[in-house]
């Protein structure tokens, strides 16, 4: 084999990614009945393999720090410990997608529910009593058989990223490959629950006691789960009109909406078309998908405004930047776009707009979305905490889920289960990359206003400055030194808080 450079690296690793994401969109989407990852892994091996790793952690070493090449190797780098670990767990993912695609969960009264349905049903489950049964029983299924799985997942890819010798430990290993300080993070994660503390406490006892009818310290997370769908609001969201009410704000912003054909909106049903939507950038920036089975609902727009995000960040990059900062880099940027977009759901004139909420019945849409929002981020703050225990290494492994039970349920005031202790963990800190998108579509929100005023998502000089100053730049900078170079204030909560407390006291 001919030694492996660089340039081949980025070349083949471009080809890889295309074939990838290709094949699980073709499945996902339902035009073909399974995908084949096996051959393409193959055909692939020798950029996803022990040369290509060393390569790049020696162009990391020997790269002066904050250079460009640095920056280059610390992507590509964090890209290859990522497969690494993939090819060394591969064996124990596929028991785990075994067992999730299998698993049934036995009530009491002799009903079976499959696994991959609990949470659905829990969230639509009128009757807190059964709700509560389904949860005791998928606790206790869960308990015995996938949380070991899961836990012997955590502690090997722990020692597998340590034996990689980065940095002293696992979280040092990730803050090194990242960019993200995940404990400065988790400071500004502590004093945003400090701070949202008696907000919280006032919306949620208010909000359980209204649609429980129970004491606030009893309800539990399968409650939260019921609770948060509010589908009171869903006849203003038609799934008829999802599509083009966001095609015309979009082109109202001075964009389009396709980015010269560059994206599909693949919207139809179709036989095996997964539920759950996605964007599949298949070869970035010329051949974007956004893939969603409309049902309509509020869930939905936010679902399709979210993923439009994506589509926007990809098929708008500029065309000349390699490979590793078109396809990696910090997820933190195109997840803050995607929740940009799909924050417009908490607009009063977008709403008013482009939704068929009408008006009068804005207020009260916001106010429950603003519960829900933040409800969502304490959970966020309060995983990342409990994630930095777990890695941590100074709490023993068999006391992790009374940290876990204490720490969600402290932040949430919803009851948390031991069981979900190695189950509700996101893969390598993705939680920080969500929280800092959190941040940053906030601080962006405030630069888009101060720019192109209030209602920015149809001020026609929007969509160039943004295709150009956003979407442009690929993921070549973290999500912190984009906000700076756009004029942000340093990416905080601080703007967050703002529009939660907007939003919860609207009328
Ligand atoms: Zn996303």
Redesign the pocket.
Known sequence: MADLTLSVLRRDGDAFTEALTREHYLAASGHKPNADLQSIYKRFAHILGPAALELTRDAFRSSTPNSEEWRSARALLDWQVEAYASRELAELDERVIAWEAGAVVRLPDGGEVPYQRAAVDMSTEPNRQKRLALDEARAALVGRELAPMRGERLQRERDLIESLEIASDYISSFEALSGVDLRGLATECERFLRETESMWADVHSAAVKRQLGIAPGEATRADALAMMRAPQFDPYFPASEMEPAVKRQVSDMGSDPTAGGRITYDLAPRPGKRSRAFCAPVRVPREIYLVLLPYGGATDYRTFL?ELG?SLHFAFMRDDLPFEFRCLGDNSI??GF?MLFDHLMHDPGWLGRYSALGRPRVPEYRRAAAFEELQFLRRYCAKLLYELRLYGGDISWSSLPDAYVDILSTATTFRYRAADAFIDVDPRFYSARYLRAWQLQASLRDVLVAQFDEDWFRNPRTGPWMERELFGEGQRELASEMAERVGAKTLSFDPVIRAIEAGLTAS
């Open positions: 979210h994506h195109t997840e995607a």
